[in-house]
């Protein structure tokens, strides 16, 4: 598909170049390149993005089962069904999902700082240092949390019996657990946009604000976090999306206490089978993060964030 | 410039202007001094980038540091500014030793070569910035910036961001944003380097009014020795990270102190010779090529007996080769290899006895024909107008071929 745009695109601006005569042909010929270079992704968006996104959407609202099959049609019932029997697990995938976003925001800009500020020649093995975990899967990843975690596992298990911690400490299957492994698995996605974005700071501005009687407090917040704020930005949104709709860390490292809205999907899905009630919840998680996502934009400003971008 | 008159630009002692490194002894009126620099050396690893520089500007100077690039002029400046610190030597503001105090605490601003203003603050919070991490009131800040926006020219572009600015619009932003913090000492770092030739002999007017209004003490950095000499009351002329000599353009301009001096400050004719005869009011000099040539005693000092003479083209008088030469000049034959019209000048590259080329100007206010390529003339010049230098240390001659 791609390759077919690719070709058309470049019969385009072809045939653009042969015929100076035609002056009008030509001038729409210019116009239209761009559109055909866009081609492939708009192909890929509507194949893997719009299709299913409608599937889901006519789903959420249909009636039946995989054995009878489904009727479509304005059953919203599903919806209202969706939030009255899993608005905890909603507002708590929100809350992890916040905090979480938090707490790796508040560990990734110090690594992400000292590194471009401070790594000096090693730049890239420190964040390659920063990368390395996750070149191990997702799932095993925190798997080895589990194991590092677990009551009598062998962190907790030898401060027990050194007698450090109360025989009855626990952490696993607590929303902390949760939370720090949402923390865990997001770091370096916070840590990469972080980076970029202070290490395009130009030195002589940081150098300027010194010279403009800015302490080095004063010249963090006036200068170097307003201007690392593109980074701040497209990382929360990376971050916070993907723990909200996260459902490993909470079955893993969680508990029924912990069940966030993307495991009540999960087994909407392959336990209770429930496509309709899985798709209606997939509707509404996606909704609250378009509202959140639109309402964070417009308080961090995308007027500012576009321009420092550009 | 006018304005300027009030504080007389410091001279070197008169009795030896050519003196190297001359500068004014003012210790005792603590009133006057400003800047002073006492044996700055900093050195990366091996390279030494200044090497023990000593230097007092004055209050309300406007004071140049010129030489070729790399040899130490932006160095000099960051060590004053706070931004390095020297690995020898001290850096007295206002008489106190500020060579450990970090640059948010000194009372110097910079306009940086390349503006370096906040990309994400609009013109007004470029030029508040200082004045809002000093805490001066509200009002005061917002009169303050006002007026100064208003003397860089740049009213009504108060909500603008820098990149909706022009080259030239920027540095004067740059410009407002160091000196409306009325810091006791401004420096500019080649800050009309990025700017078009004709954008730049505007703006050295513009920043020799500006600091004859706002009398503040101007260090300015230029490898542009014409810039140095319009703008400045004195310059310093570096090499190598020393420097060569500090004085007043005119004084630098004609009686250079080193070879390197007089290379680089303006074109020269240089001939190495030997001091013949000291007494009187004229020294002898015997060129190398047999020639003698005569030079004011004052300007010969206590140099020799090597020593290279030298005259500035615009100096010497081309004369038909026939035409007697008047009483007491230095006179050569020579013959002419080109000649260049540049309207109000006629610029001759001439061959001498020996091979040697020499070049002079001649104004165009005669009427009659110019000498033409290939014609036998005479070349003479003042000995008063005759300069001596010491021959160039090998350093200071790899320093002006580079
Ligand atoms: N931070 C630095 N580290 C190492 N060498 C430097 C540094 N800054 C300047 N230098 C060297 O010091 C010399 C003087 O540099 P600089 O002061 O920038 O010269 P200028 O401003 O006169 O062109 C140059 O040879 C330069 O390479
Ligand atoms: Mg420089």
């Known amino acids: 598909m791609s390759g077919r745009g690719k070709a058309r695109a470049g019969a385009g601006s072809a045939r653009a170049e042969r015929a100076p005569a035609r002056r009008r042909d030509r001038r729409i010929g210019k116009a239209a390149v761009p559109y055909l270079l866009g081609l492939p992704s708009w192909v890929y968006l509507l194949l893997f993005f719009l299709v299913p996104l409608a599937s889901m959407l006519a789903l959420s609202a249909a009636v039946g089962?995989?054995?009878?099959?489904?009727?479509?049609?304005?059953?919203?019932?599903?919806?209202?069904?969706?939030?009255?029997?899993?608005?905890?697990?909603?507002?708590?995938?929100?809350?992890?999902?916040?905090?979480?976003?938090?707490?790796?925001?508040?560990?990734?800009?110090?690594?992400?700082?000292?590194?471009?500020?401070?790594?000096?020649?090693?730049?890239?093995?420190?964040?390659?240092?920063?990368?390395?975990?996750?070149?191990?899967?997702?799932?095993?990843?925190?798997?080895?949390?589990?194991?590092?975690?677990?009551?009598?596992?062998?962190?907790?298990?030898?401060?027990?019996?050194?007698?450090?911690?109360?025989?009855?400490?626990?952490?696993?299957?607590?929303?902390w657990a949760v939370i720090g492994g949402l923390v865990y698995n997001g770091l370096a996605y916070y840590v990469l946009p972080l980076y970029v974005a202070i290490e395009k700071i130009d030195r002589r501005v940081v150098r300027a604000a010194g010279d403009l009687y800015a302490d080095p407090a004063s010249t963090f917040l006036r200068v170097i976090l307003p201007l690392s704020a593109p980074g701040v930005?497209?990382?929360?949104?990376?971050?916070?999306?993907?723990?909200?709709g996260d459902f490993v860390n909470a079955q893993i490292l969680g508990g029924p206490g912990t069940y966030m809205v993307g495991n009540v999907i999960q087994d909407s899905f392959f336990v209770n089978q429930d496509y309709p009630m899985a798709a209606a919840l997939s509707s509404i998680l996606m909704f609250l993060l378009m509202v959140a996502i639109f309402l964070y934009a417009r308080a961090f400003g995308r007027e500012r964030i576009q321009e420092y971008a550009a | 410039m006018a304005a300027q008159l009030d504080m007389p630009p410091d001279m070197p002692p008169a009795a030896d202007p050519m003196a190297r490194g001359a500068r004014p002894d003012r210790a005792g009126s603590r009133e006057h001094l400003d800047v002073r620099l006492d044996g700055v050396t900093k050195a990366y690893g091996h390279l030494v980038a200044v090497d023990d520089i000593s230097l007092t500007i004055e209050r309300g100077e406007f004071f140049s540091l010129l030489g070729p690039s790399g040899c130490g002029k932006s160095t000099t400046l960051s060590m004053i500014g706070g931004f390095a610190e020297p690995t020898y030597g001290a850096i007295y503001l206002n008489g106190v030793d500020v060579s450990r105090q970090p640059p948010y605490r000194r009372d110097v601003n910079t306009v940086f070569q390349s503006y370096a203003l906040f990309p994400h603050l609009d013109v007004y919070e470029n030029v508040a910035f200082g004045l809002k991490r000093k805490h001066v009131d509200r009002k005061a800040i917002e009169r303050r910036v006002r007026d100064m926006l208003a003397l860089v020219d740049l009213t009504g572009f108060h909500d603008r961001r820098p990149a909706q600015l022009s080259g030239g619009q920027q540095q004067r932003v740059a410009l407002a944003r160091a000196l409306v913090n009325r810091p006791k000492l401004l420096l500019l770092d080649e800050p009309l380097g990025a700017l078009d030739l004709k954008l730049r002999k505007q703006m050295q007017l513009e920043l020799k009014r500006i600091q004859s209004e706002v009398g503040i003490t101007f260090l300015y950095v230029t490898h542009d020795q014409e810039e140095a000499m319009v703008m400045s009351d004195r310059l310093a002329v570096m090499a190598g990270g020393r420097i060569e000599q500090v004085g007043p353009p005119d004084v630098v301009y004609d009686s250079p102190a080193t070879e390197f001096v007089a290379g680089f400050l303006g074109a020269s004719n240089l001939m190495a010779g030997e001091v013949v005869e000291r007494g009187g009011a004229l020294a002898r000099v015997r060129l190398d090529d047999g020639l003698v040539v005569q030079v004011a005693r004052g300007r010969l000092g206590d140099r020799g007996p090597r020593v290279k003479v030298g005259v500035r083209p615009e100096k010497i008088q081309v004369l038909p080769a026939g035409q007697p030469v008047p009483e007491g000049r230095n006179s050569l034959e020579a013959v002419v290899a080109m000649t260049a019209y540049i309207g109000v000048s006629h610029q001759y590259t001439m061959e001498g006895p020996d091979g040697r080329s020499f070049s002079a100007y001649a104004q165009n206010l005669g009427t009659g024909p110019h000498p033409a390529r290939g014609d036998r003339v005479r070349l003479c010049w003042h000995p008063e107008h005759t300069f001596v230098v010491e021959p160039s240390a090998p350093r200071a001659a790899e320093e002006s071929s580079a």
């Open chain 1, 65 to 175: 089962d995989p054995i009878v099959g489904y009727s479509y049609g304005g059953h919203f019932a599903e919806f209202l069904d969706a939030i009255g029997q899993y608005h905890r697990q909603l507002l708590r995938s929100f809350y992890y999902g916040a905090l979480a976003t938090l707490v790796t925001l508040a560990i990734a800009y110090p690594a992400a700082y000292w590194i471009a500020f401070h790594g000096g020649r090693h730049k890239s093995t420190y964040l390659f240092l920063i990368m390395l975990p996750f070149f191990v899967s997702f799932v095993i990843r925190t798997v080895a949390w589990q194991f590092i975690l677990a009551d009598q596992g062998f962190l907790f298990g030898q401060l027990k019996s050194w007698g450090l911690i109360s025989d009855r400490f626990y952490i696993l299957s607590t929303q």
């Open chain 1, 233 to 244: 930005f497209a990382g929360f949104l990376l971050v916070f999306v993907t723990d909200v």
